[in-house]
């Protein structure tokens, strides 16, 4: 079993960045297809980005493609998320999910994932 830890998270101002991190313990990561979701208050979740687990392609919401960027660190066993150009609308908070097992649901889908973060918060302000 992997444990997932996200941090990063915080308060900035629009057109501001920030990098989250998401943590694996017990497991080594690179095995494992690893998405980012945020949930908005009064929101359902949703998608943000994914790499997969075998060649580490990558995939990414509309709404964030062009400014955010997903990438493993195997020597530290993460993943992060660079959050460029945030607007207000990508206040949220935003959880890492993993995945090793072979599926075919889409990696877009909570479904695809077993293991999830307890989440951390990001504010931009206008």
């Excluded at 990098?19 to 080594?28: I, K, P």
Aim: charged content about 20%.
């Amino acid at each position: 079993q992997v444990q997932l830890v996200e941090s990063g998270g915080g308060l900035v101002q629009a057109g501001g960045s920030l990098r989250l991190s998401c943590l694996a313990s017990g497991r080594t990561f690179t095995g494992y297809r690893v998405a980012w979701f945020r949930q908005a208050p009064g929101k359902e979740r949703e998608f943000v980005a994914a790499v997969m687990r075998s060649d580490s392609n990558t995939g990414y919401a509309d709404s964030v493609k062009g400014r955010f960027t997903i990438s493993r660190d195997n020597a530290k066993n993460t993943v992060n998320l660079q959050m460029d150009s945030l607007k207000p609308e990508d206040t949220a908070v935003y959880y890492c999910a993993a995945s090793d097992r072979i599926t075919i649901i889409p990696y877009s889908l909570g479904g695809a994932y077993d293991y999830w973060g307890q989440g951390t918060q990001v504010t931009v302000s206008s």
